[in-house]
């Protein structure tokens, strides 16, 4: 059963700092892998979307990597805001399904 | 980018009656639709899977007799909780794949369901 991690559980970073949030899965055979912002109390919105095919993915401040082999994916978030602030969730699809980590939640502080 | 709505955005009912969720896609075809449940602070967990037509694949530990699935649209899914407890209280969210995309699920907004 495909197990998503999410390293770490908390951040809090002063406005304007770059960040990392980690995204590790056990079963690398995956189709995509999404990350995605989620504001309390509020469904989720779509940032990037890797497939398995490709390496990385880039919006605006925003750069996601994929390491299928090592079961790896980063996101990248260059000069932080307070509006970033949120919860941070990666999931990986395989076959029919998509399962979630727990996320990483987000304080930007101004 | 595809929109994903669903109905109502929150609810509060008594413990024992019956509360149904609506999840449409509203400017595409979703062959797939997807039902997770998320508790405060946790992740969000796959309930269950439904295809257009189909009878819903439930994961391992969801009661197929309580989470009643039903998807007899390609642009409409509905759960409905039966016999609801307090401990379903939860942010219930659906997602819908397009046909035959890359796989792209796009979500809903959710709903709170509050059983008192």
């Given at each position: 059963k495909q197990e998503v991690t999410q390293i770490p559980a908390a951040l809090s970073v002063p406005e304007g700092e770059n960040l990392v949030l980690n995204c590790s899965f056990?079963?690398?055979?995956?189709?995509n892998l999404q990350w995605f912002r989620q504001d309390p109390g509020k469904g989720l919105t779509s940032l990037l979307l890797i497939q398995s095919s490709q390496r990385e993915q880039t919006s605006g401040r925003l750069n996601a990597s994929l390491d299928k082999s090592s079961g790896r994916s980063t996101l990248y978030i260059a000069a932080?805001?307070?509006?970033?602030?949120a919860t941070y969730l990666c999931a990986v699809r395989k076959n029919n399904d998509m399962r979630f980590g727990a996320g990483t939640r987000l304080t930007v502080k101004p | 980018g595809a929109v994903v709505s669903q109905h109502p955005s929150r609810v509060i009912c008594k413990s024992g009656t019956s509360v149904k969720i609506e999840c449409r896609s509203l400017d595409f075809q979703a062959t797939t639709m997807f039902w997770y449940r998320q508790f405060p602070k946790q992740s969000l967990m796959l309930m269950a899977t439904s295809n257009e037509g189909s009878k819903a694949t439930y994961e391992q530990g969801v009661e197929k007799d309580k989470f009643l699935i039903n998807h007899?649209?390609?642009?409409l899914s509905t759960l409905t909780v039966t016999?609801?407890?307090?401990?379903?209280?939860s942010f219930y969210i659906c997602s819908a794949r397009w046909r035959g995309t890359s796989g792209e699920q796009f979500f809903g907004p959710g709903t709170r369901l509050t059983v008192l």
């Amino acid at each position: 059963k495909q197990e998503v991690t999410q390293i770490p559980a908390a951040l809090s970073v002063p406005e304007g700092e770059n960040l990392v949030l980690n995204c590790s899965f056990t079963d690398s055979a995956i189709y995509n892998l999404q990350w995605f912002r989620q504001d309390p109390g509020k469904g989720l919105t779509s940032l990037l979307l890797i497939q398995s095919s490709q390496r990385e993915q880039t919006s605006g401040r925003l750069n996601a990597s994929l390491d299928k082999s090592s079961g790896r994916s980063t996101l990248y978030i260059a000069a932080s805001q307070p509006g970033d602030s949120a919860t941070y969730l990666c999931a990986v699809r395989k076959n029919n399904d998509m399962r979630f980590g727990a996320g990483t939640r987000l304080t930007v502080k101004p | 980018g595809a929109v994903v709505s669903q109905h109502p955005s929150r609810v509060i009912c008594k413990s024992g009656t019956s509360v149904k969720i609506e999840c449409r896609s509203l400017d595409f075809q979703a062959t797939t639709m997807f039902w997770y449940r998320q508790f405060p602070k946790q992740s969000l967990m796959l309930m269950a899977t439904s295809n257009e037509g189909s009878k819903a694949t439930y994961e391992q530990g969801v009661e197929k007799d309580k989470f009643l699935i039903n998807h007899a649209s390609l642009t409409l899914s509905t759960l409905t909780v039966t016999s609801a407890h307090p401990e379903d209280s939860s942010f219930y969210i659906c997602s819908a794949r397009w046909r035959g995309t890359s796989g792209e699920q796009f979500f809903g907004p959710g709903t709170r369901l509050t059983v008192l």
